[in-house]
C-alpha cells in the first residue's frame, strides 16, 4: 500500500508559525491541495496569523463518501486523523498550543476536522466546517467522551448541496453542542458546493478574536 497522509510536512502562508499568535490548521477537500486551501488565506488576511494545511495522499483524505461505513473507508480514515494529531504536534512544538489552533476544513476536509475534534474533545481555538458534517452513516454511534470547553464551532452549508446533506450539518452540530462546543450554525439557501463571504467574515471575526485575546493577555 502507498504511504498515506503525513500531517508533519506542512505547507505554510500568512505569518511564520514561530512567531504567530494563532494558527490556522487548514484540511483540503476531495480532489484539492494544501496549497489550495491556503488561498484561503488571501481571502482572511488577519496579520498574526499563520496558516498551515498537510497534503492528503492522492490528494483525498478518504476514498468513499464521508456517509459511507466507516470500515469502507479504512485504513486511510484513521490515517488522516492520525495525520491531523500530526500536524497539531507540529504546531504545538513551534509554540501554538491547542486553544490558539483553529481547525478549519472545507468538503471532505471540513468533514475530517469535525471528526477529528469531536473524537479528540478539548478546547481549540476554533473548529471551522465549511460544507461538511460528521463521518459515518446515519445512525452511528456518537457516544463520545471529552468536552469541548467552550470552543467555538461554526458549520456553514448550503441547503441543496449536492455533496453533504443539510440533515447530517444539523445533526452534527448538536453532537458538537452536547460535547460542550459554543456551536454557530448558519444554512444558505440555494448557496451550492462552496465557500461564501458570509463564511468567510465569521472565520476572519474568530481569528481577530484570538487575536486580539492574545494582545489583552500580554498587556496585563
Not at 500531517?7 to 491541495?33: C, I, K, M, N, Y
Not at 497534503?55 to 485504513?75: H, R, T
Not at 509554540?95 to 476544513?105: D, F, H, I, S, Y
Not at 467574515?201 to 500580554?218: C, I, Y
Given at each position: 500500500?502507498?504511504?498515506?497522509?503525513?500531517?508533519?510536512?506542512?505547507?505554510?502562508?500568512?505569518?511564520?508559525?514561530?512567531?504567530?499568535?494563532?494558527?490556522?490548521?487548514?484540511?483540503?477537500?476531495?480532489?484539492?491541495?494544501?496549497?489550495?486551501?491556503?488561498?484561503?488565506?488571501?481571502?482572511?488576511?488577519?496579520?498574526?496569523?499563520?496558516?498551515?494545511?498537510?497534503?492528503?495522499?492522492?490528494?483525498?483524505?478518504y476514498p468513499y463518501s464521508f456517509l459511507a461505513p466507516l470500515e469502507?473507508?479504512?485504513?486511510?480514515?484513521?490515517?488522516?486523523?492520525?495525520?491531523?494529531?500530526?500536524?497539531?504536534?507540529?504546531?504545538?512544538?513551534?509554540?501554538?498550543?491547542?486553544?490558539?489552533?483553529?481547525?478549519?476544513?472545507?468538503?471532505?476536509?471540513?468533514?475530517?476536522?469535525?471528526?477529528?475534534?469531536a473524537r479528540n474533545a478539548a478546547r481549540y481555538g476554533g473548529v471551522?466546517?465549511?460544507?461538511g458534517g460528521l463521518i459515518g452513516p446515519e445512525g452511528t454511534p456518537?457516544?463520545?467522551?471529552?468536552?469541548?470547553?467552550?470552543?467555538?464551532?461554526?458549520?456553514?452549508?448550503?441547503?441543496?448541496?449536492?455533496?453533504?446533506?443539510?440533515?447530517?450539518?444539523?445533526?452534527?452540530?448538536?453532537?458538537?453542542?452536547?460535547?460542550?462546543?459554543?456551536?454557530?450554525?448558519?444554512?444558505?439557501?440555494?448557496?451550492?458546493?462552496?465557500?461564501?463571504?458570509?463564511?468567510?467574515?465569521?472565520?476572519?471575526?474568530?481569528?481577530?478574536?484570538?487575536?486580539?485575546?492574545?494582545?489583552?493577555?500580554?498587556?496585563?
Amino acid at each position: 500500500m502507498a504511504t498515506l497522509h503525513d500531517g508533519r510536512q506542512l505547507t505554510r502562508r500568512g505569518a511564520p508559525l514561530e512567531r504567530a499568535r494563532v494558527a490556522v490548521l487548514a484540511l483540503h477537500g476531495r480532489g484539492d491541495s494544501a496549497a489550495g486551501i491556503l488561498s484561503l488565506a488571501d481571502a482572511l488576511n488577519v496579520p498574526g496569523v499563520a496558516f498551515a494545511a498537510p497534503q492528503a495522499a492522492g490528494g483525498s483524505w478518504y476514498p468513499y463518501s464521508f456517509l459511507a461505513p466507516l470500515e469502507q473507508n479504512e485504513p486511510h480514515l484513521s490515517a488522516a486523523l492520525r495525520a491531523v494529531g500530526e500536524a497539531l504536534a507540529v504546531l504545538g512544538e513551534a509554540g501554538v498550543p491547542r486553544e490558539k489552533t483553529v481547525l478549519l476544513g472545507f468538503s471532505q476536509g471540513a468533514c475530517l476536522a469535525l471528526e477529528y475534534a469531536a473524537r479528540n474533545a478539548a478546547r481549540y481555538g476554533g473548529v471551522v466546517a465549511l460544507s461538511g458534517g460528521l463521518i459515518g452513516p446515519e445512525g452511528t454511534p456518537r457516544d463520545l467522551s471529552g468536552s469541548l470547553l467552550g470552543t467555538p464551532v461554526f458549520l456553514g452549508c448550503s441547503d441543496v448541496d449536492a455533496h453533504i446533506p443539510a440533515a447530517r450539518v444539523h445533526a452534527s452540530a448538536e453532537v458538537m453542542a452536547r460535547l460542550g462546543g459554543d456551536v454557530t450554525k448558519r444554512i444558505y439557501p440555494g448557496l451550492g458546493h462552496t465557500v461564501n463571504q458570509d463564511e468567510l467574515d465569521a472565520v476572519r471575526q474568530l481569528l481577530t478574536g484570538l487575536s486580539e485575546a492574545d494582545d489583552t493577555a500580554h498587556t496585563r
